[in-house]
């Protein structure tokens, strides 16, 4: 499995558009790119997933380069409920069940 | 439908005491797994499976036994508690499609918290 690499914390203010950039420079042909969100005390929470170029849906977008050694999530127009810790995974759909989580950003939204 | 459902929600247990975690899901996944999460990290894979009958260790199995005899079922033993296995422990599951179009999405059941003394 790609091994990916992410900043462990990140702050932001309410409104702000938050860019979190993940590392993932052994990505395979096959894989894919997924984004999971986890509030305290919850189990994590699928965000979105790419293969290439650009993903949107109603809760963020994901931007990925050509090389794909890279992926950004973005959330637009933050508020103190994204206050959360971010997971990027990388990995193909047979290996659905054996994701490597990694540490996550913990981002901070404040007033 | 529930989803993923976990019980029991909070447990204690002594040193050497053997326990069940329960995981059940109403989806259809062919996909669950079983996660360790200890505080202030991000998870990781115990054992998982995909499908009835076929299971296969992730990055912590030891101390740690899984069966798959049904598709909804996906039981956690632990065999001796010991004090380092005191976690939140997060079921799992997900299912695929295949081709270039696969989706592997998780779903997670709420966790278990465990303590051992």
């Known amino acids: 499995l790609a091994k990916t690499t992410q900043p462990i914390s990140m702050d932001s203010y309410e409104g702000q558009e938050v860019n979190i950039t993940c590392s993932h420079n052994?990505?395979?042909?096959?894989?894919?790119i997924t984004w999971y969100q986890q509030f305290p005390s919850q189990g994590p929470r699928f965000i979105i997933q790419?293969?290439?170029t650009k993903v949107t849906n109603e809760v963020a977008s994901l931007f990925i380069p050509a090389d794909r050694k890279s992926s950004t999530l973005s959330l637009p127009r933050v508020s103190l409920s994204d206050t959360a810790v971010y997971y990027c995974l990388v990995g193909y759909n047979t290996n659905a069940g054996k994701s490597t989580f990694g540490d996550g950003t913990t981002l901070t939204v404040k007033p | 439908n529930a989803g993923v459902t976990q019980t029991p929600k909070f447990q204690v247990l002594k040193t050497g005491q053997s326990m069940t975690l329960q995981c059940a899901q109403d989806?259809?996944?062919?996909?669950m797994s079983w996660y360790r999460q200890d505080p202030g990290m991000g998870l990781r894979l115990i054992h998982y499976s995909v499908g009835a009958g076929i299971t296969d260790q992730g990055e912590v199995p030891n101390g740690y036994n899984v069966s798959r005899s049904t598709t909804e079922d996906f039981p956690l033993r632990l065999l001796s508690a010991a004090p380092s296995q005191t976690s939140v422990y997060f079921c799992?599951?997900?299912?695929?499609?295949?081709?270039?179009?696969?989706?592997?999405?998780?779903?997670f059941g709420p966790g278990t918290r465990l303590t051992v003394l």
């Open positions: 790419g293969y290439k």
């Open positions: 799992a599951s997900s299912y695929s499609k295949p081709g270039l179009t696969s989706y592997n999405e998780q779903f």
């Open positions: 989806m259809n996944h062919e996909y």
């Open positions: 052994n990505i395979a042909t096959n894989d894919y």
